[in-house]
């Protein structure tokens, strides 16, 4: 047995692995924000066996995250504050705390832990206040700045979304807590939905203005622009169950019919981007022939499909609405096809990566 050559591999795959947290996304917890949102929409509709077991994969898939996020932060601490600083990669950040409201959710909806679904939720907003405030104050302090074509996509709505993520946990917590604290959870709940929408408008405003006025490439429709429908979607689910908390919420009474037109403004919304997120993507791979491989990005994409399936069922029961429950299951049946390929893709990469040292030491 040649000793030197196993262990030239070993250092290979070690160097690798170093290099591969550096070059890590902060975006990759979209794959634990995907993964629970399929959990949660089999759930709602009645496929009890495969939201347990993707309630499994995702507590599992988050542990595995936290600890390469964690080595990524003692190993190479120069490489997270370029990505705090930088304009693209910075809001990916959010994702922690969107997959800590899902998976909070899930704790709750999926396994009854209502003890698992206030700690996340706390993670959920600590880590919320530590990103907004630390993030969005670095991008605006910094000397240097790109352009406006240059510096902003659809991974930007994510800091909407990990804001909506913590009002829709914490109106399911509000629903298994009793007064006075159901009613001020209830109502920090609705100030984080508005602050969501108001974000929304903000930054959609923006993504829309470049998307019209300054060159676009097939390179520049990166997966994250379905978060422009994501977080219409996560707004909708989030403004639907506090409709459905009115009944223990006085004020929330008083405000129903707001509550109610803006869920539905919400809903058609994002309704109104799928459509375009499709002609987009057909440009994008049919007519600009652009290459479809493994992208850890691609996780956002899954994500609004899920919740998109989630919401709409959550706003039929809300509001009495019969003609959409046809909706749901085939969002659902989507977003189960889209996880399945980017799971396989996931797995073939990592399979490609730990191969690749092994063929450039036989050569």
């Known amino acids: 047995m040649d000793t030197s050559a196993s262990t030239g591999n070993s250092d290979d795959l070690r160097d690798k692995f ?126 240097e700045k790109p352009p406006l074509d240059q510096g902003i996509n659809g991974g930007w709505l994510l800091a909407v979304v990990a804001t909506q993520a913590v009002a829709v946990l914490g109106t399911l917590i509000a629903t298994r807590i009793p007064q006075p604290y159901r009613l001020e959870l209830n109502f920090f709940a609705l100030s984080m939905w508005l602050w969501g929408g108001m974000l929304y408008i903000w930054m959609m405003s923006l993504i829309f203005y470049r998307y019209t006025f300054f060159r676009f490439s097939p390179a520049d429709l990166s997966p994250p622009y379905w978060i422009n429908m994501g977080a219409m979607a996560i707004s909708t689910l989030a403004g639907s169950q506090l409709i459905l908390n009115a009944p223990h919420a006085p004020f929330l009474e008083s405000l129903l019919p707001f509550i109610k037109g803006f869920t539905v403004f919400y809903w058609a919304t994002g309704s109104w981007w799928i459509p375009m997120l499709i002609v987009l993507a057909a440009w994008r791979h049919g007519v600009m022939r652009f290459p479809l491989r493994y992208d850890p990005l691609y996780w956002g994409a899954v994500f609004p499909i899920g919740m998109y399936s989630a919401c709409t069922l959550r706003l039929h029961e809300a509001m009495a609405l019969p003609f959409l429950d046809r909706i749901p299951p085939v969002f659902l049946v989507i977003a189960l096809c889209a996880w399945a390929l980017a799971f396989t893709g996931l797995v073939l990469d990592l399979l490609a990566r730990v191969r690749a040292p092994a063929r450039a030491t036989r050569a």
């Open 18 to 143: 170093r290099q591969g947290l550096r070059e890590l996304s902060p975006a990759y917890f979209g794959m634990a924000m995907a993964t629970g949102i399929v959990s949660l929409s089999a759930h709602m509709q009645g496929w009890k066996w495969l939201a347990t077991t993707l309630f499994w994969i995702n507590a599992s898939l988050y542990g595995v995250l936290w600890l390469l996020l964690l080595l990524r932060i003692a190993w190479h601490p120069g490489a997270v504050r370029t990505d705090l600083l930088d304009h693209l990669r910075a809001p990916g950040f959010f994702t922690t705390v969107a997959a800590s409201g899902v998976l909070g959710t899930q704790c709750l909806v999926v396994a009854d832990s209502l003890g698992g679904a206030i700690t996340l939720w706390c993670v959920a907003l600590v880590l919320w206040l530590l990103l907004t405030y630390t993030i969005f104050t670095m991008l605006v302090v910094k000397a």
